[in-house]
């Protein structure tokens, strides 16, 4: 790879950083005649790091540190077979309370040749509330695994009554670091061994390789925690319960990625003059199930049509206000986008006022009122105003806001009170 990564034109050098926790492991890179001329080369670097405790990363040669807030391009990391040797926790699930297992082992007489062949596994059952992790997100996480719903292979497992599942707790705290270190822009190749989609199947499905051990890890409750925090994984359909190759992508632009989209550009192969109307349908056909990130993937697959606004605005407004800060600046990237792609032919207001309310539904009041601001046919339009007075107030300027009101009933007396009938006289 860094063979080929030194062939590639790209405006920023790219440079490949081997990493493991293990000192070992890192000498004996830094010993290795090929990879010599790499390392002198200034292509390759290497670092003793461990994603799970430390939130720097400092590169041997080049003596680069890579912290939160002093990466500026996104980060592509590979994680290959670390999430399956890294620490989980075991639960069991029983219709309501969560117990954890605390596993422990015992050397069984006359045990085979190997360490782990002469050992006899053994747990212990603790009662857990809530709390466990440090982390609320992880926490409610837990909560909501052991309460079932889709996690698994491809999201699609019914939960059963009662069940044992390893909980990724280093995993999720190594994207942790890696989204820190990155600003929240990564791409991540992993290489997992998944195992058995219904994870209660088999009782600590270890691999033994040599004098160590691996779990299978249930990419799916990966997904569920950064799906919510913007990102995208892309896993394979077809793939061996050794290996599982996967893609995670946040805080960049997936274009065509998601599921959805591939099923528009069905629809539109099918169809391509009827992009919006294609779109559209799948949107109705999908009403109530699409996510944020769907919404933003079907408006980028329609080129950001103005018009396709109206069919996904339900869907920003019901989420964009509770959607965490990387994926509603993601959202107003893409509206903010949509407005300066829209051709007013007609002197329609609407583009401007549906743009600028979803932008106000992202806590974006500033980008709002500039929207609104360049718009000439909001200017014309009560709704408008008052969405600038909503603006204006909420960036603490009540002039502006009373100002924004009072255009509003000059341009349309009867406007306020059609939306807001006065009380019933007493
Ligand atoms: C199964 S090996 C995979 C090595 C390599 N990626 C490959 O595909 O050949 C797992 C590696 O992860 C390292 N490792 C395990 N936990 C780690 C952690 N928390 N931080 C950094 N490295 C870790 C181990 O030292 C080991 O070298």
């Not at 502006?400 to 009933?409: G, K, L, N």
């Amino acid at each position: 790879m860094v063979r080929r990564l030194a062939d590639v034109e790209t405006p920023a050098r790219i440079v490949y950083v081997l990493t493991d926790m293990a000192e070992s492991n890192v000498d004996s890179w830094r010993e290795n005649p090929n990879l010599r001329p790499y390392l002198e080369a200034g292509l390759l670097d290497l670092a003793v790091f461990n994603p799970v405790t430390d939130s720097t990363l400092v590169c041997e040669r080049s003596r680069a540190v890579l912290r939160p807030g002093s990466v500026v391009n996104p980060v592509a990391a590979i994680a290959n077979y670390l999430f399956c040797v890294q620490r989980q926790d075991l639960y069991l699930s029983k219709m309501g309370p969560i117990f954890e297992e605390w596993v422990g082992w015992e050397r069984t007489a006359g045990g085979r040749r190997g360490f782990f062949a002469g050992l006899k596994f053994v747990t212990e059952m603790a009662p857990i509330a809530s709390g466990r992790y440090r982390e609320p997100r992880v926490d409610r996480l837990l909560h909501d695994v052991a309460g079932g719903g889709p996690v698994g292979l491809a999201g699609g497992i019914a939960p059963p009554r009662s069940r044992r599942f390893l909980f990724p707790i280093d995993p999720l705290r190594s994207l942790g670091t890696l989204s820190g270190i990155s600003g929240g822009r990564f791409l991540l190749l992993i290489g997992e061994r998944t195992g058995d989609p219904d994870g209660s199947a088999r009782f600590l499905d270890m691999g033994v390789h040599g004098d160590s051990i691996s779990l299978p890890v249930d990419l799916g409750i990966i997904d569920r925690l950064w799906r919510e925090r913007g990102a995208t994984l892309l896993r394979s359909e077809r793939c061996s319960e050794r290996l599982e190759v996967a893609a995670m992508i946040s805080g960049v632009a997936t274009g065509g990625a998601s599921r959805l989209s591939s099923k528009l550009e069905e629809i539109l192969s099918d169809d391509p003059v009827g992009t919006i109307t294609g779109a559209g349908r799948l949107c109705e056909d999908k009403a109530g199930t699409l996510s944020l990130i769907d919404a933003l993937d079907l408006l980028r697959a329609v080129e950001l049509d103005s018009r396709f606004l109206d069919y996904v605005a339900p869907v920003l407004l019901r989420d964009l206000p509770g959607a965490p800060p990387p994926l509603r600046a993601e959202a107003c990237r893409v509206l903010k986008q949509v407005w300066e792609g829209y051709f007013a032919l007609d002197g329609n207001s609407d583009v401007s006022i549906s743009v600028a309310g979803l932008l106000a539904a992202a806590e974006d009041h500033a980008e709002a009122l500039a929207v609104l601001g360049s718009s000439d046919a909001a200017a014309i339009d009560p709704r408008a105003r008052y969405l600038a007075a909503m603006c204006h107030a909420s960036l603490g300027d009540p002039d502006a806001a009373q100002e924004a009101v009072d255009s509003a009933r000059d341009l349309d007396p009867g406007f306020a009170t059609l939306r807001h009938p006065p009380p019933p006289a007493k």
